[in-house]
Antibody, heavy 118, light 112 residues
Framework: DVQLVESGGGLVKPGGSLRLSCVGS????????LNWVRQPPGKGLEWVSS????????YYADSVKGRFTISRDNAKDSLYLQMNSLRPEDTAVYYC???????????WGQGTLVTVSS | DIVMTQTPLSSPVTLGQPASISCRSS???????????LSWLHQRPGQPPRLLIY???NRFSGVPDRFSGSGAGTDFTLKISRVEAEDVGVYYC?????????FGGGTKVEIK
């Protein structure tokens, strides 16, 4: 079975940093494009960032560009999101997802909650 | 950015009856490769989203055949032929024809 497990969420003060991780299993991790999508409490889905198989292509939402960095370690079957200069509006459940093509969202993890508050 | 607009916002349905959700994009979702990258996702309360339909009308693995997608260009529809209790939740359309990926605002399906 395909599994994606996120971790690293928590409570952080405005201006602080967090690093989210997502470990994949049940599929060939290195052959999949990966995404981060977030969902503020009680609201809809918002795409954050995507990364291609070889990391040649990186995409970011304007709202996080310059503050967040997506990366992956195929040897560890892991996807990361380094989040700096966090703002209260970054508060959300962050999901990782995978797909065969860049932008595909075939499978999703359970999510990890990030709360930015003083 | 491509704006995705869903209607209705909420859809009370009777068990066993059909349901339909519309999604309109502000630009054509036809990619240069000839495919149209419109997907539908379903999110039950307290659960992550799951993919139902991709490229307008293709059901993802394990999705029951009571779900069907149709449309072209900028207008798309998700239909549930006979609503079951497990179909409650919020449905989102999503475009992946170009970055940034964008989602519709969601349609909440609930049982009358």
């Amino acid at each position: 079975d395909v599994q994606l497990v996120e971790s690293g969420g928590g409570l952080v003060k405005p201006g602080g940093s967090l690093r989210l991780s997502c470990v994949g299993s049940g599929f060939l991790f290195s052959s999949q494009s990966l995404n981060w999508v977030r969902q503020p409490p009680g609201k809809g889905l918002e795409w954050v960032s995507s990364i291609s198989t070889s990391t040649s292509f990186l995409y970011y939402a304007d709202s996080v560009k310059g503050r967040f960095t997506i990366s992956r370690d195929n040897a560890k079957d892991s996807l990361y999101l380094q989040m700096n200069s966090l703002r209260p509006e970054d508060t959300a459940v962050y999901y990782c997802s995978r797909g065969w093509q860049l932008g595909d969202v075939e499978n999703w993890g359970q999510g990890t909650l990030v709360t930015v508050s003083s | 950015d491509i704006v995705m607009t869903q209607t209705p916002l909420s859809s009370p349905v009777t068990l066993g009856q059909p349901a339909s959700i519309s999604c309109r994009s502000s630009q054509s979702l036809v990619h240069s490769d000839g495919n149209t990258y419109l997907s539908w996702l379903h999110q039950r309360p307290g659960q992550p989203p799951r993919l139902l339909i991709y490229k307008i009308s293709n059901r993802f693995s394990g999705v029951p055949d009571r779900f069907s997608g149709s449309g072209a260009g900028t207008d798309f529809t998700l239909k549930i032929s006979r609503v079951e209790a497990e179909d409650v939740g919020v449905y989102y359309c999503m475009q992946s024809a170009q970055f940034p990926l964008t989602f519709g605002g969601g349609t909440k399906v609930e049982i009358k």
